[in-house]
């Protein structure tokens, strides 16, 4: 069982929005600003889309921005293309006995 | 071009041991705090360690406390991962990744991953 609960699978149509979210506790998502999101395409390595909650790197489109509330993190994409399938991992900081907890993933399919 | 590449995976036995390692290129490697995190086969990602710019300072994952050691040669724009008494578990792509400056524990290079298979 992952630190982090992220739901399994989301779906949404193109130009559509969607969003992940990814819960964690006070001792790691919600007690740091420290949350980043990842994108993985089958086969490959992931790819850094938010860190720090919600700075994008350079390279990164601006349809993806992330959030925080709580205990609870959110990626949003919105006007999904096709390209945007992918498998989405979310993580953060934590103060617990290591040093970094990933979520377990959400399969986004795009309709 | 920035870049990671890994290399040392392989198959090998229960409680065998494997080093992979990781060439860095392109960017001033020993700024970087450097992590490897792992991949079992349609499974999420796991974090396993990482080190510090100069290697004083590492932290592991619980799962492999006590077996794996991180190391890391600066001269040569390398960074290793020692892993002994491998069980089946430990099976996995191997990604070795590069922390961010200035933010935290965020991974923004990530090499290509080395599969990593232990079973007799």
């Known amino acids: 069982q992952s630190a982090l609960t992220q739901p399994a699978s989301v779906s949404g149509s193109p130009g559509q929005s969607i969003t992940i979210s990814c819960t964690g506790t006070s001792s790691d998502v919600g007690g740091y600003n420290f949350v980043s999101w990842y994108q993985q395409h089958p086969g490959k390595a992931p790819k850094l889309m938010i860190y720090?909650?919600?700075n994008r790197p350079s390279g990164v489109s601006n349809r993806f921005s992330g959030s925080k509330s709580g205990n609870t993190a959110s990626l949003t994409i919105s006007g999904l293309q096709a390209e945007d399938e992918a498998d989405y991992y979310c993580s953060s900081y934590t103060s617990t006995t290591t040093d970094v907890v990933f979520g377990g993933g959400t399969k986004l399919t795009v309709l | 071009e920035v870049q990671l590449v890994e290399s040392g995976g392989g198959l090998v036995q229960p409680g065998g041991s494997l080093r992979l390692s990781c060439a860095a290129s392109g960017f001033p490697f020993s700024d970087y705090w450097m992590h490897w995190v792992r991949q079992a086969p349609g499974k999420g990602l796991v974090w396993v360690s990482r080190?510090?710019?100069?290697?004083?300072?590492?932290s592991y994952a619980d799962s492999v406390k006590g077996r794996f050691t991180v190391s890391r040669d600066n001269a040569k724009n390398t960074l290793f991962l020692q892993m002994n008494s491998l069980r089946a578990e430990d099976t996995a792509v191997y990604y070795c990744?590069?922390?961010?400056?200035?933010?935290?524990?965020?991974?923004?290079?990530w090499g290509q991953g080395a599969m990593v298979t232990v079973s007799s």
């Open positions: 720090d909650v919600s």
């Open positions: 990744a590069r922390d961010r400056l200035g933010a935290i524990y965020a991974f923004d290079i």
């Open positions: 080190t510090n710019s100069d290697g004083s300072g590492t």
